[in-house]
């Protein structure tokens, strides 16, 4: 072997063939490292709610409804948590028993006479909301609960033109508020509970359907005409151009009222209609009685046809009645 042969390099052990581009790269002398196996990215419900469930702390309620989307699960609670189950949605028995401590009895001491009718618990401190023309003009109001206990209340406020009042007892304990709805969802046929005092009997629940909606409903805001002894079975209103339980004098307010066939009779007034959710949709205020004209409450009963007061018009309202309105 010559000089220049011993020292000609060998174009495929020398790194020094990087300067020879016209020679072939080396060939490997030992197995490629093989790469390791992509993980799996966890994919696939369990994942994505984890993922969901950590937006959702951040941003509250309307992530809140994606996961509630995601499993399936009611989102009736947007409007207002129901009182009953999911599952036992409709269910008389159980809107009953949920929703029927929120409502109590009330009788009112008037100048002439006294006046009985119903009222909604909406505040577990003891505000009840109730008919205008339950309490106006009391001299005193005496409220009793589901369980039988009686309270003293004071009217807060009064609103003649929507025939709306709030009162409330103070001291008394374990008192449960309703669940208020929303009215604006409210659809002719879905199915409806009342609940309330008809004749001072406490607790009584009737069912139907809501049968119209947007009735005008016309009533007296006079606080000395409609109201005798006994009840408030004389409490005038119009409907249709026609009066009924009596005349309703020159002084006199228009409301939309939700109309429903569930059975009231006198002392129903400032009760509630439930929904099938068992959350209060109205405050009944009048019905539609056979003895129109009748000097006493037995000569008065439910023919199917009854008003309340939308529970939003309540609502939208409360402010002014906290506040000592006395329209």
Do not use: C
């Not at 008809?198 to 109201?227: C, F, K, M, W, Y």
């Amino acid at each position: 072997m010559t000089e220049s042969q011993g020292t000609y390099e060998q174009p495929y052990s020398s790194p020094a063939s990087s300067a020879h581009p016209e020679w072939p790269p080396p060939p490997p002398y030992r197995p490629a490292p093989q790469p390791e196996p992509e993980k799996k990215r966890t994919r696939g419900p369990v994942a994505l709610l984890a993922a969901v469930a950590l937006v959702a702390a951040a941003v509250g309620g309307a992530t809140a409804y994606t996961v509630q989307e995601l499993t399936g699960e009611d989102t009736a609670a947007a409007v207002g948590a129901p009182a009953v189950p999911t599952a036992k949605r409709g269910d008389v028995a159980a809107i009953a028993a949920a929703a029927g401590p929120s409502v109590v009895e009330i009788n009112a001491t008037l100048a002439g006479g006294s006046s009985t009718g119903s009222g909604v618990i909406i505040d577990s401190d003891g505000e009840i909301v109730t008919n205008n023309h339950v309490v106006s003009g009391a001299t005193s109001v005496k409220v009793r609960t589901s369980d039988g206990e009686s309270h003293t209340a004071e009217v807060l406020g009064t609103d003649s033109s929507k025939d709306l009042a709030l009162i409330k007892v103070r001291g008394a304990k374990g008192l449960k508020a309703a669940a208020l709805g929303d009215s604006d969802t409210v659809r002719v046929g879905d199915p409806v509970v009342a609940i309330g005092s008809p004749e001072g009997l406490t607790g009584t629940v009737t069912s139907g359907i809501v049968s119209a909606l947007d009735r005008d409903v016309t009533v007296s805001t006079d606080e000395n005409r409609g109201q005798g002894q006994g009840g408030d079975d004389q409490w005038p209103f119009q409907f249709g151009g026609r009066e009924f339980n009596g005349d309703t004098g020159s002084s006199t307010t228009t409301y939309k009222a939700i109309q429903t066939d569930a059975s009231l009779n006198p002392g129903n007034s400032g009760g509630a209609l439930f929904d099938a959710n068992g959350r209060v949709v109205g405050i009944n205020s009048a019905m539609y009685s056979s003895g129109s004209q009748a000097s006493s409450s037995s000569d008065a009963g439910s023919i199917g046809l009854g008003f309340a007061i939308p529970v939003n018009t309540v609502k939208s309202d409360l402010a002014a009645l906290r506040a000592g309105g006395t329209s």
